[in-house]
């Protein structure tokens, strides 16, 4: 298996001077699939020297990709909201305030089950705070599935 990893870290530098340092990653553990194979993602989002106040992370999933029931799983400070999926839109969130240094980490699993047809797709994913948002886009070669040896 592939491990891919996207990151993207942003320090503030183009930001007000009350914006929190902002760090922002993505992991796909693989980025070329067959169709109808799983595909797992791991966002992480933590707030620097300074609080990241209206923090949220938001992930509208591309049509054809299925989230896995059951796969969402988020580690998030005390006192904060958990992560949810909404099925109508499709997408996959958190929003809340961070201390210093306090993070969100966010994993779950999609299929590709919903593709007819082999292709490039992207997935994106925003994460944002007071004075600071942040865009991660990861490529995806979906290709055909594995026909059996005969």
Not at 65 to 72: I, K
Not at 86 to 106: F, H, I, K, N, Q
Request: charged share 15%; glycine share 8%; proline share 9%.
């Amino acid at each position: 298996m592939r491990s891919t990893l996207f990151a993207l870290i942003l320090t503030g530098l183009a930001a007000p001077a009350s914006a929190a340092q902002f760090f922002y990653f993505n992991l796909i553990n693989e980025n070329f699939v067959r169709l109808g194979d799983p595909l797992e993602y791991h966002v992480v989002v933590t707030a620097g020297a300074t609080p990241a106040p209206s923090t949220s992370i938001v992930d509208p999933l591309p049509a054809g990709l299925e989230l896995v029931p059951g796969s969402l799983v988020c580690y998030v400070p005390p006192g904060t909201a958990d992560c949810s999926y909404d099925a109508p839109s499709r997408t996959v969130s958190w929003a809340g305030d961070l201390a210093a240094y306090e993070g969100v980490d966010m994993l779950f699993s999609v299929t590709t089950t919903g593709l007819t047809e082999p292709g490039y797709f992207t997935n994106t994913v925003t994460g944002s705070a007071t004075g600071y948002t942040t865009e991660q886009l990861s490529l995806i070669h979906i290709s055909e599935p594995t026909r059996p040896k005969r």
